[in-house]
């Protein structure tokens, strides 16, 4: 058993580092889990102690920090997590709408401060949203446009610029198709500008310091882990039932329809060891049919590019 362990981490050892932020999520927990069959992973999370059996794997390194206030900024906790980190994959994001993943504790009602700051901007959305920015809070604002840069920045000091091989985000269906119905009604609160935003940032950083990236919109997620209660799939837990497990991919944000964790937590592992060319940005549905293997999920991301 001795020699098992020795063996194990010097494989460990000599496998590529990538760090999950957002870990402690519903799909950043399951992305983790899976790059653990191939990488090493360093988990970056709020708070390790709600993800500790979940992770708990030789190949899976716990760190907490976060993507907003002090543990963001230089030399904080977020740049010490990615120190030798050749892949990121951001796993990051809040709610469309006010809710308690927005305060900063994770667990405290933000309505009376959302209702605050409506009032006191005499009922323009965009500015009483932006008093909530101001206040620090885990909005879409803070969350999916300045996290996702403090990301990139974070990185961009922890890791050598030759070591840097590709960032992956977790995006959404509907980012480019903002301003039409229904995805004018998510992005009442800015989440899909913001999710916008950020996509820009990882382009432009990318085009800037030469490593690859993949963005991968997901639709409205379903399924299991239902840890988070932030969400209608997980309050509910709204699941897809057997005959609804294939998997189509598709360039651009062509598709509409609901993603499973599961598939999307797959498809992104697979986007990792897969690579390919820089620049692909792609939606992922689950469609009726059975679910396909590994290979098949890897052989359909290859002919995105």
């Known amino acids: 058993m001795a020699l098992i362990a020795i063996v194990v981490a010097a494989i460990g050892a000599t496998q590529p580092l990538v760090a999950v932020v957002g870990a402690g999520g519903n799909v950043g927990k399951l992305v983790a889990l899976r790059l653990s069959d191939s990488h090493r992973v360093r988990a970056v999370v709020r708070d390790a102690s709600k993800v500790a059996s979940f992770l708990n794997r030789p190949n899976i390194e716990i760190v907490e920090a976060e993507v907003t206030g002090a543990s963001a900024e230089p030399g904080g906790s977020l740049e010490r997590a990615l120190r030798g980190a050749v892949t990121v994959v951001a796993c990051t994001g809040t709610t469309a709408f006010p809710t308690k993943a927005w305060s900063t504790s994770g667990d405290t009602d933000v309505t009376p401060a959302f209702v605050s700051a409506l009032l006191g901007e005499r009922l323009d959305v965009r500015a009483a949203l932006a008093r909530l920015d101001a206040q620090g809070l ?70 800037a310091d030469g490593f690859a990236y993949t963005i991968v919109r997901p639709g409205q997620l379903f399924g299991g882990p239902y840890d988070n209660n932030y969400y209608l799939g997980t309050l509910f837990q709204l699941d897809k039932d057997a005959a609804t497990q294939d998997v189509e991919l598709a360039i651009g944000d062509s598709l509409t329809g609901d993603t499973l964790r599961s598939t999307l937590a797959e498809v992104i592992a697979r986007s990792v060891e897969v690579g390919g060319p820089s620049g692909t940005d792609f939606t992922v549905v689950n469609r009726k049919g059975t679910p396909p293997s590994g290979e098949q999920i890897e052989a359909r991301l290859r002919a995105l590019s």
């Open 138 to 207: 885990n909005t879409p604002n803070n969350v999916d446009d300045a996290g996702v840069r403090a990301v990139l920045r974070a990185w961009a000091a922890a890791a050598d610029r030759a070591a840097r091989r590709r960032f992956v985000l977790m995006s959404s269906i509907g980012v480019t198709k903002r301003g039409a119905f229904p995805f004018s009604v998510l992005n009442a609160c800015g989440v899909l500008d913001a999710k916008a935003a950020g996509e820009e940032a990882v382009a432009r950083e990318a085009k």
